[in-house]
């Protein structure tokens, strides 16, 4: 039954002010007489590593995780995982090359680099742009998702699950980036506690259901049973060769998708900005670590519910009203299947995933709308003070807004692979712009304008040109579209820069020297474990 007993309440219910008690806690013991913007928004010098490493994963980390990578998981098996360990060695990427760059150039915010790099009219554009995104897209989805989500195990309605998320994430956001960041540490115990026990169980049912002594036998079980739920790397012909196509993964736009929403991106940058460069550093491979185990909590559980579902388990549950297997129902048929006390944890356990990331994309609207609108634009001479109540005012219209817009999602029925199919439309441009502004000092922003209005139509035209595959009328595979459209913008600035007088003696470049580059032992030895174990699980799994 989709509801939550006596001691499953009490669990969350100790959940809920566990976190918002500490939540205040800190608000109130590291609150200045006077809270100014790079206090408020970034927290600046008081997060330590593990904070912001915590913070990172929990604002990246959300119902789509849960739900809908769980769902992957059931559908195409363990070659999902690649956007979760790819991620990893992502971040170290983003912790060696990008964080320096912009520690060094003072920057808080993306559009304040596109602004100091380049121009307010290439800045303004993209915080208008990310502004609209995270709004009507990113907050109005994880608003979505985490209601249906919580309305499918517990059985509350999704009008009163909206609600109960919105008041949660307002009481963590409204405290500043401070409370995000601590509070987001508690979050992440309890998710990948959470993850891991439901995981645990996902296992111990299928050794029950299939007649194995152990949970760890269950493994390779798991393995025998759906051997073709177990490689990472897909051909061409394959049923899900359009969402993960072959190589692609390792060598082509899954970088281009990961580089530019870990290194590019407000939502995520924001935590290691206001730390000094090692323990940003720290922090972002604290949360490398941490995304290796995302699969472990998401897929297994999901590629567990596809072997019983084979075996004659969860025959009505997993279907939709109009009686068509519905993957995503993996992970909410598990969770009402939990022993009563455990699915409480269980369930706080997604929450914490929901509110972090309600709360972590909040703040990121807030300061990009404080930041480089307000002060930039409406009250120029606004007193600190000013801006913090301003932030705060946009959490709450924003989070509105997001709560009015979030119903007509329900007419789509693929809402996460819809969004992030139509938000990486401009990811090839974006990567493009910071990777030449970070490493070409001639680029202008004639060529930062040039990409920003061409990305979205050239995705458009790549998206709708057919290809002949094997004798058949295909589409372009969503990955390999962006390594296309990336590889034109990339040749279209350079070719806009050469013809651009100003590139000749450009004054908008930025302050770097290799020295800042450089990274302690401890770092690289941390990265090449992290290297060696995502070697080791591709060759495994390849």
Not at 3 to 15: E, G, K, N, R, T
Not at 167 to 187: E, H, N, P, R, W
Not at 228 to 248: C, R, T, V, W
């Amino acid at each position: 039954m989709n509801h939550l007993s006596a001691l499953d309440c009490a669990v969350f219910f100790i959940y809920f002010i566990v976190v918002s008690a500490y939540g205040y806690w800190v608000y109130r013991s590291k609150k200045k007489k006077q809270t100014d913007t790079k206090d408020y928004f970034l927290a600046e010098g008081s997060l330590t590593w593990w904070a912001i490493g915590a913070s990172i994963i929990a604002s990246n980390i959300s119902a789509e995780h849960f739900i809908g990578m769980s769902g992957s998981g059931f559908a195409m098996g363990l070659a999902i995982a690649s956007y979760e360990w790819m991620a990893a060695a992502t971040l170290i990427i983003v912790a060696v090359f990008f964080l320096p760059i912009y520690l060094k150039n003072k920057i808080y915010t993306m559009p304040q680099f596109l602004s100091q790099r380049y121009n307010n009219t290439v800045s303004t554009l993209m915080a208008v742009f990310w502004l609209l995104v995270y709004v009507f897209v990113n907050l109005t989805s994880i608003f979505f998702l985490g209601a249906i989500a919580i309305e499918t195990i517990t059985g509350i309605p999704f009008g009163t699950c909206i609600i109960f998320l919105a008041i949660f994430s307002a009481i963590i956001t409204l405290g500043g980036m401070k409370v995000i960041g601590y509070t987001d540490v508690i979050q992440v115990i309890v998710l990948v506690a959470g993850g891991l026990i439901t995981c645990y169980m996902a296992l111990k049912l299928v050794a029950e259901k299939l007649d194995t002594q152990t949970v760890m036998a269950a493994l390779p079980l798991l393995k025998s049973e759906a051997s073709d739920h177990f490689h990472m790397i897909f051909s061409k012909g394959d049923q899900f060769y359009n969402e993960l196509p072959g190589i692609a993964v390792l060598v082509g736009g899954l970088w281009i998708n990961n580089l530019n929403y870990w290194g590019c991106n407000q939502y995520i940058v924001q935590r290691a900005l206001g730390a000094d460069l090692k323990t940003g550093r720290s922090g972002l491979i604290f949360a490398a670590f941490l995304k290796l185990l995302i699969p472990v909590i998401v897929v297994i559980p999901g590629i567990s519910a596809f072997v019983l579902y084979q075996r004659g388990y969860f025959q009505q549950e997993m279907l939709d009203a109009s009686g068509v297997v519905k993957p995503d129902h993996a992970y909410p048929v598990l969770m009402n299947l939990l022993p009563v006390g455990i699915k409480g944890l269980a369930f706080a356990a997604l929450t914490a995933a929901i509110v972090a990331s309600l709360a972590g994309k909040s703040n990121s609207i807030a300061t990009i709308f404080t930041l480089d609108i307000y002060k930039k634009y409406i009250k120029p001479g606004a007193s600190e003070r000013r801006l913090v109540a301003v932030g705060r005012w946009s959490v709450i219209v924003a989070s509105l807004i997001a709560i009015v817009v979030a119903p007509a999602l329900r007419s789509f029925d693929q809402v996460y692979q819809f969004i992030q199919e139509y938000v990486g439309f401009i990811s090839p441009g974006i990567f493009a712009i910071f990777l030449l502004g970070f490493f070409w000092k001639k680029t202008t922003s004639r060529a930062a304008l040039t990409a920003a209005l061409l990305t979205i139509p050239l995705s458009m035209l790549f998206k709708f040109l057919p290809v002949l595959t094997n004798g058949w009328i295909a589409p372009i595979p969503f990955l390999n579209r962006m390594s296309w459209v990336f590889v034109i913008i990339m040749i279209l600035m350079i070719l806009v820069t050469l013809t651009d007088p100003k590139s000749k003696n450009n004054s908008q470049g930025l302050e770097i020297d290799r020295s800042m580059f450089k990274v302690t032992p401890a770092f690289t030895v941390a990265s090449v474990i992290i290297c060696g174990i995502l070697a080791a699980l591709y060759t495994l799994f390849w």
